[in-house]
T-cell receptor
């Protein structure tokens, strides 16, 4: 059974600081890994998807790395802004269904 | 392009009643998924449709839950009869397996969820 862990559970940083969010998973036989953002009371917004054969993906200020052999992924958000405040979820998939971590709640202070 | 939509956004019902949740996937997406998050827990997979066929329903908690996807378009998830532990947020997602940045992909897009409260 796949277990996904996200550390830390919560993070508060001043505006402009870089964010580092961690995700670990127990079964390395994954198809892909997806990072999501969730705002309070809203649905999940897909940020980045990394295929199992890839090492990283980039989109704007976001960069996600994947080390499948060690069961880890890291999401970097450069030059954080108050608008980046949200809960960030990591999910891994095998056979289509996603297994989620509990998320990291980020607060960026102006 | 419209995203995944879900109806209703909130539902409050009494224990023992029936509730039906609806999901409209992104147009053209053959894959449709149901997930749910109960209080304090991670989001958990319920089931997966490919067009109108159930591909995987290993996450359905019990036979009080019935999902359908007639015609391979929208899907409904019925809970009958509802119990207190069914309270939570039910998410629907869709995907069209294809190519993303040159590689095979199954990126899933989520709806806003339906918050179900069973009293």
């Amino acid at each position: 059974k796949q277990e996904v862990t996200q550390i830390p559970a919560a993070l508060s940083v001043p505006e402009g600081e870089n964010l580092v969010l961690n995700c670990s998973f127990t079964d390395s036989a994954i198809y892909n890994l997806q990072w999501f953002r969730q705002d309070p009371g809203k649905g999940l917004t897909s940020l980045l998807l990394i295929q199992s054969s890839q090492r990283e993906q980039t989109s704007g200020r976001l960069n996600a790395s994947l080390d499948k052999s060690s069961g880890r992924s890291t999401l970097y958000i450069a030059a954080s802004q108050p608008g980046d405040s949200a809960t960030y979820l990591c999910a891994v998939s095998r056979d289509y269904k996603l297994s989620f971590g509990a998320g990291t709640t980020v607060t960026v202070r102006a | 392009e419209a995203g995944v939509t879900q109806f209703p956004s909130h539902s409050v019902i009494e224990k023992g009643q029936t509730v039906t949740l609806r999901c409209d996937p992104i147009s053209g997406h053959d894959n449709l998924y149901w997930y749910r998050r109960v209080m304090g827990k991670e989001i958990k997979f319920l089931l997966h449709f490919v067009k109108e066929s159930k591909q995987d329903e290993s996450g359905m908690p019990n036979n009080r839950f019935l999902a359908e996807r007639t015609g391979g378009t929208y899907s409904t998830l019925k809970v009958q009869p509802a119990e207190l532990e069914d309270s939570g947020v039910y998410f629907c997602a869709s995907s069209q397996a294809g190519v993303y940045r040159g590689l095979a992909s199954n990126e899933q897009f989520f709806g806003p969820g339906t918050r179900l409260t069973v009293l």
